[in-house]
Nanobody
């Protein structure tokens, strides 16, 4: 069993910043992919940013076009934690943000999701 614990959501004014954190705990060998999605009422969950381990450079990070240049994803692999630094926030960034992790366990690779944290950008 793997748990993802999210923190850092809240209310912020347009142009402000927030930092989300997500820590994974439980029984697993590794976490090949870890990142964030977001969802607004009536819409599908959409990618915000994901971090993929591996490769010559040690990994790659993918961002949605809507957040490129404003959001920064980072990982602390020793702590099994991923951070999403959100700057220059806009009202359209308002959503529930979900942490996700593709975890390698004894039973294979399994997707896990956090319960979500609300981010509201409003004046």
């Amino acid at each position: 069993q793997v748990q993802l614990v999210e923190s850092g959501g809240g209310l912020v004014q347009p142009g402000g910043s927030l930092r989300l954190s997500c820590a994974a705990s439980g029984n697993f060998f590794s976490i090949p992919v870890m990142g964030w999605y977001r969802q607004t009422p009536g819409n599908q969950r959409e990618l915000v940013a994901t971090s993929l381990s591996g490769g010559i450079s040690g990994g790659t990070t993918n961002y949605a076009d809507s957040v490129k240049g404003r959001f920064t994803l980072s990982r602390d692999r020793a702590k099994n934690t991923v951070y999403l630094q959100m700057d220059s926030l806009k009202p359209e960034d308002t959503a529930v943000y979900y942490c996700t992790a593709l975890v390698r366990t004894l039973g294979g690779q399994i997707d896990y999701w956090g319960v979500g944290t609300q981010v509201t950008v409003s004046s």
